[in-house]
């Protein structure tokens, strides 16, 4: 399910989709660009409705770019650059990215991360609930960019909302995992 806004045609809200590389609580920074907020959305091709939703979205970036920002003289929007990028085709030996188109969203300032009841996972002591690997609901907003003669669309992080737990991603494995054959039996501890 994505919601359409009808205030701005650009912006929506991806449901149930995991997230990678999962910088929502501090800003990164990485090797070319300035620190920000970042997440990668993984939107499964399977997902024919929020798939359309999103391309409609950058298609309305596109078009408010063409008119507001590169005055009638922007890229078309088939050859333009744009967030929604092929997992299978740009990250194939990666089984993360199979079957998935992915966009990763950023943002200068902190955006919002709650869970499914409404609290703040920002709070000391829940950093550890956002992770990548994670499930979510993200609310993106697309929009036209032209910087040292590229013009394109890009994908800003508003908010997101954790839905579900999901997979640790970037190699971490709980401390349970780690020392399985170490694990004594609770009851032994009384003897």
Not at 17 to 29: C, I, S
Not at 40 to 50: F, G, M, R, Y
Not at 136 to 147: D, H, P, W
């Amino acid at each position: 399910v994505v919601m359409e806004n009808q205030v701005n045609p650009a912006k929506v809200i991806v449901t149930n989709v995991e997230l990678g590389y999962v910088h929502a609580l501090a800003p990164y920074k990485g090797e070319t660009s300035e620190a920000k907020y970042s997440v990668v959305i993984l939107l499964p091709k399977t997902d024919a409705e929020q798939v359309r939703k999103v391309k409609l979205a950058i298609k309305a970036a596109h078009e408010a770019g063409q008119k507001d920002k590169w005055g009638g003289k922007g890229p078309e929007i088939a050859s333009c650059k744009h967030p929604l990028r092929d997992g299978d085709k740009e990250r194939p030996d990666d089984e993360v990215f199979k079957g998935c188109y992915f966009m990763t969203a950023s943002a200068k300032t902190k955006p919002g991360v709650i869970d499914i009841y409404g609290r703040d996972l920002t709070e000391p002591g829940r950093e550890e609930e956002t992770y990548s690997g994670m499930k979510a609901n993200v609310s993106i907003t697309f929009f036209a960019f032209s910087t040292n003669g590229n013009k394109g669309i890009a994908c800003g992080l508003n908010n997101i909302q954790k839905v579900a737990d999901g997979p640790h991603r970037g190699g971490r494995v709980s401390a349970a995992a780690d020392f399985a054959g170490y694990i004594k039996n609770p009851e032994e501890a009384g003897r």
